[in-house]
């Protein structure tokens, strides 16, 4: 032994065999694949997070065709200017105004974007045909080819903007700056900057939108933004300002971090029950060894590099999961992400050792250290298990719950989830044990009656195993019902038949027509709004622009678009207060919590010049992302309804429908039309892509929680190896035993899924309602299928293993 311990060549041979000769036995293989397991989700999801936060960055910032935008109401001053310059920014500068378009006899208002020669910093402006980017330059226009059908022109045609004449020079193809708002949205027409003084629109208290773009290091821009006090007609955007699909990129952020949280939790957990049964089985051996001379130190070398081993194998193995899962991952959304890929670097492969390291470690440490613990003299006392001093196991295992600490920080979702599922996973183990009780006091057959009362007879067993059955198979319907909920949501909200042409500044006595041909068309449509626009001032007689709090607020620094309604639009809920009868205003939820609203606050509104007054008679939540029209107020028709106002409705067209928007425009000149088509269909088909992704991530979270069943059950069964060769001593035949095991496992199985759904159901309801702001709903058919499926499990696990569980006592 002595030269075993001098030898460090044939203690790495050796151990290298042992380990290998475990794997292969059984003792490490839940050890290495729940490793590997974690290894490759958290470098897969690392990976993937990385590549689209990357795309959907120069996306958003392509959208806005820089990576900051200033807009204002009013000229800017030129301090900031000199402050970007001292930042090494590039800045381009635009006026936005509205004018009449004339050519010929025929006339549009439009929308003019008047853009410096700098334009665009971020994202390509194209014209019709053309293959690269180009430049405006002065005295030409672009128009948009719905412009040039309104004004039945070409290109080389002259067209008359305000006071000045100018040269339709060519088609818009492509415009980085993508507008949702179908209330502002007309025809466009894109000038010099330099040309924008000729039209004459620009005049003292017109309506003129400045904008000013900047490009360059973060840092810097963020340093721009902090010395620059906005005005009450100023805002900053970015690219999350300008994200319409943010809400579902981020729920689905959520769902990943979530599944992978899970992941990183069964597989944990299998680590540690494997760990545990490792340690149990090794002692004899280590102190067979002891007796025979070896030294402690000697044992840690040899145990220390099992464990490395161990760790290099599933480094190994789960690198290249990794890389082939985060493929996989990703092959759904491919059409999202750019070519060549972002660039990943190392951050996922450091990050994925690190957190397989933090579980892996205090689990094999304290394993390690129990084995560490066993004395010679224990091979005269073979039941006793022995361990580390308490106060050095507790050190360890805090490790992984302080990187757990530092990772979560304030992550109230993450940690509402977490405690949620220990507080579940306490409740359900009390539960199950008082059913076992109650069952105990029932007469059932002999293998039955048996198996009932080993389970009453050792508590602490059945509980640990209760538990951790029943916490396994519900994280496992947790990810997969999870995954189900927040798919049917993005259906719901977004289905293939959602609306997505807007009309907007129809005229009250064209509203019937506009309505009419809509239905002649077959074209389904929204119900129709009246709109006006106005802004909040005041909230009980406070002024909302002096309250520091919210005066930085978006609403406070913008027209809004206000409706009246008599009955509550389909796609709205109150959530507190009742709908108005007169003289009332129902809030939606998001803004009123952003203002301090509360219900029976008075309000009071600019229109039209006009002051409105209101009492806030309900609070309700609306469903911002299903393409009908929607608003942040609603008043009671009393209120509003004598102001001079439009209408607005929502409608969808199918490709076969192309000519109608043309059409539309023409019999409704003055109506602003904003087709989304093209975005919408984007949309859809990205929220498809990610649905496949969360798919794949869903099914490899099923696939963890099976691998925690399957260990729990082989580790359950090896430690009843001995009881069953004691009930062999005593007379039990081999049918009685094995007809013990299927009624105990079997009623185990039962308990475990019947409590593993009352915790899935009441987890994904708390997840839903504080994590996702959803709508709590039941699955009925989760109540056979857990059950079933624990059961398949422990059919499966106990055909394995009966045979090599009886064999020893039919020897």
């Not at 381009?92 to 006899?105: C, E, H, L, P």
């Not at 972002?342 to 304290?366: D, E, K």
């Not at 062999?728 to 593993?756: C, D, P």
């Amino acid at each position: 032994m002595k030269q075993a311990q001098s030898s460090p060549t044939l203690n790495i041979g050796f151990v290298s065999k042992w380990n290998w000769r475990e794997i292969r036995h059984g003792q490490l293989w839940p050890i290495t694949a729940a490793t590997t397991l974690i290894i490759a989700c958290v470098f897969a999801l690392a990976a993937l997070v990385i590549r689209v936060e990357s795309v959907m960055t120069a996306q958003g910032r392509d959208t806005l065709a820089a990576d900051l935008v200033l807009k204002s109401g009013h000229p800017i001053s030129e301090d900031i200017a000199r402050t970007s310059a001292l930042q090494q920014l590039t800045l381009s500068q635009s006026i936005n105004f509205r004018t009449m378009a004339f050519v010929g006899d025929n006339m549009q208002l439009v929308s003019v974007k008047a853009k410096d020669s700098l334009y665009p910093l971020r994202g390509q402006l194209r014209l019709a045909g053309a293959q690269q980017k180009q430049q405006l330059e002065a005295g030409e226009v672009w128009l948009q080819t719905r412009l040039l059908d309104l004004l039945e022109t070409k290109v080389g045609d002259t067209i008359s903007l305000g006071d000045a004449d100018f040269v339709i020079s060519g088609v818009i193809a492509q415009d980085p700056e993508l507008s949702f708002n179908p209330f502002s949205q007309m025809p466009t027409v894109l000038m010099h900057l330099s040309d924008a003084e000729k039209t004459g629109a620009i005049q003292p208290g017109g309506r003129l939108t400045y904008q000013w773009y900047f490009t360059g290091a973060d840092d810097a821009l963020t340093t721009l933004k902090q010395s620059h006090s906005l005005g009450p007609s100023q805002r900053w955007l970015d690219q999350n300002s300008q994200s319409r699909t943010g809400d579902f990129i981020n729920r689905a952020q959520q769902y990943l971090s979530l599944t992978l949280i899970m992941v990183i939790l069964m597989s944990g957990a299998t680590i540690v029950l494997t760990s545990q049964h490792f340690a149990a089985s090794r002692q004899q051996s280590v102190a067979m060894m002891k007796s025979l001379g070896a030294s402690k130190k000697w044992l840690a070398y040899w145990l220390v590099m099992q464990v490395a081993a161990l760790f290099v194998l599933a480094l190994a193995a789960g690198l290249s999961l990794g890389l082939l899962l985060e493929w996989a991952l990703r092959l759904p959304i491919q059409d999202m992400l750019p070519s060549p890929l972002p660039n990943i670097g190392f951050q996922p492969a450091l990050v994925a050792v690190a957190v397989a390291l933090f579980v892996l470690l205090p689990a094999m440490a304290i394993a390690i250290l129990n084995i560490l613990a066993t004395p010679a003299t224990s091979l005269s006392q073979s039941s006793q298990v022995h361990k580390a001093p308490l106060y050095l196991r507790l050190t360890i295992g805090l490790v992984p719950f302080a990187a757990l600490m530092f990772w979560f920080g304030d992550n109230r979702f993450m940690w509402l989830t977490l405690v949620g599922i220990a507080v579940m996973l306490l409740m359900l183990g009390a539960l199950g044990l008082l059913i076992v009780k109650l069952l105990k006091n029932l007469t059932f057959g002999p293998a039955m009656t048996l198996a009932v009362s080993r389970m009453a007879r050792s508590i602490g067993a059945t509980s640990s195993q209760l538990a951790a059955l029943t916490c396994s198979l519900m994280l496992l319907a947790v990810i997969w019902l999870l995954r189900s909920d927040v798919l049917a949501d993005w259906q719901s909200t977004l289905p293939a038949n959602a609306p997505n042409v807007f009309a907007a500044n129809i005229d009250p006595h064209l509203k019937q027509d506009y309505v009419d041909f809509l239905d002649q068309a077959q074209i389904d449509h929204s119900a129709a709004y009246p709109v006006i626009r106005g802004r909040i001032t005041h909230s009980n007689q406070s002024l909302l622009s002096e309250n520091p709090d919210i005066n930085q607020d978006s609403a406070l620094k913008r027209e809004l678009n206000f409706t009246w309604q008599q009955d509550l639009p389909d796609q709205n809920q109150v959530v507190a207060g009742t709908w108005m009868p007169s003289s009332g205003v129902s809030v939606e939820r998001n803004i009123a919590n952003r203002l301090n609203i509360q219900l029976g606050d008075q309000l009071r509104f600019e229109v039209n010049s006009i002051g409105i007054n209101a009492t806030v008679t309900s609070i309700r939540t609306v469903e911002w992302r299903n393409m009908k029209p929607n608003f942040y107020f609603i008043f009671s028709p009393d209120l509003l309804a004598d102001l001079p106002s439009t209408w607005l409705l929502s409608f969808r067209l199918t490709e076969q429908q192309d000519g109608i928007v043309t059409q539309l425009a023409r019999q409704f000149a003055t109506v602003t039309l904003l087709d989304l088509r093209a975005a919408a269909t984007q949309i859809q088909g990205m929220l498809q892509q990610i649905a496949l992704s969360l798919t794949v991530l869903a099914g490899l979270g099923v696939l963890s929680g099976l691998l925690l069943v399957v260990t729990l059950l082989r580790l359950s069964l090896n430690q009843r190896q001995q009881e069953i060769k004691l009930y062999r001593t005593l007379g039990a035949s081999r049918k009685r035993i094995s007809a013990t095991l299927w009624s105990e496992y079997g009623l185990l199985a039962i308990l475990a899924g019947l409590m593993a759904v009352v915790g899935a159901e009441l987890v994904i309801a708390l997840v839903m309602h504080f994590g996702f702001e959803l709508p709590m709903q039941w699955h009925p058919g989760l109540w056979l299928a857990l059950p079933v499926l624990a059961m398949a499990a422990v059919f499966t696990i106990i055909r394995t293993m009966i045979k090599g569980l009886l064999r020893p006592i039919t020897a």
